[in-house]
T-cell receptor, first 116, second 112 residues
Framework: DAGVIQSPRHEVTEMGQEVTLRCKPISGHNSLFWYRQTMMRGLELLIY????????DSGMPEDRFSAKMPNASFSTLKIQPSEPRDSAVYFC??????????????FGPGTRLTVT | LAKTTQPISMDSYEGQEVNITCSHNNIATNDYITWYQQFPSQGPRFIIQGYKTKVTNEVASLFIPADRKSSTLSLPRVSLSDTAVYYC?????????????FGTGTLLAVQP
């Protein structure tokens, strides 16, 4: 298996622009997680899906952020409009849920987002 | 939400055993404790997972006391390639669903 695939790997955009990050989880995994990592706040869970249904989106910073999982093999995280404080590395992870969201997760390589 | 705290950094030498502790005093009763390793410009990588007492795999051991309010990752005989940031991940009580909280991370620096 190729592991969790994220695209793009790097994104540079101007404030106010829409940004879409993409994730393909490992085949057969039924849970998908979006995280954000910054120096100031560390690793934060934004949202996670189980069987394509959002379970906990309490970590989504504000209405400018939205996430979708239209099928078991694809998810997007959208920021509209983007702001400089959104600059971070965004990770996608997937797991075979196993009854617990903290079960072993497999992380993608991340997308480094820079908003100028 | 209660914080999940770790020492900021630790230093060690090759061949030594390293123990990294994570404090998670609001851990959910029904959730695992998981540890990850992260190298620069990479995503976190799973190391080990446990629920209680002791778990051992080919790379590490995990010690969890009875109250589960902390956990200790033990790396036997570290090498230079173990230099990385180590994170614990736990579910904490958050109402309808447990909230996943990463620890603050511990930078382990292994010297020759």
């Amino acid at each position: 298996d190729a592991g969790v695939i994220q695209s793009p790997r790097h994104e540079v955009t101007e404030m106010g622009q829409e940004v879409t990050l993409r994730c393909k989880p490992i085949s057969g995994h039924n849970s998908l997680f979006w995280y954000r990592q910054t120096m100031m706040r560390g690793l934060e869970l934004l949202i996670y899906f189980n069987n394509n249904v959002p379970i906990d989106d309490s970590g989504m910073p504000e209405d400018r952020f939205s996430a979708k999982m239209p099928n078991a093999s694809f998810s997007t995280l959208k920021i509209q409009p983007s702001e400089p404080r959104d600059s971070a590395v965004y990770f996608c992870a997937s797991t075979d849920f196993g009854g617990s969201p903290s079960y072993e997760q497999y992380f993608g390589p991340g997308t480094r987002l820079t908003v100028t | 939400l209660a914080k999940t705290t770790q020492p900021i950094s630790m230093d060690s030498y090759e061949g030594q055993e390293v123990n990294i502790t994570c404090s998670h005093n609001n851990i959910a009763t029904n959730d695992y404790i998981t540890w990850y390793q992260q190298f620069p410009s990479q995503g976190p990588r799973f190391i080990i997972q446990g629920y209680k007492t002791k778990v051992t795999n080919e790379v590490a051991s995990l010690f969890i006391p009875a109250d589960r309010k902390s956990s200790t990752l033990s790396l036997p005989r570290v090498s230079l390639s173990d230099t990385a940031v180590y994170y614990c991940l736990v579910g904490v009580n958050g109402g309808a669903t447990n909230k996943l909280i990463f620890g603050t991370g511990t930078l382990l620096a292994v010297q020759p």
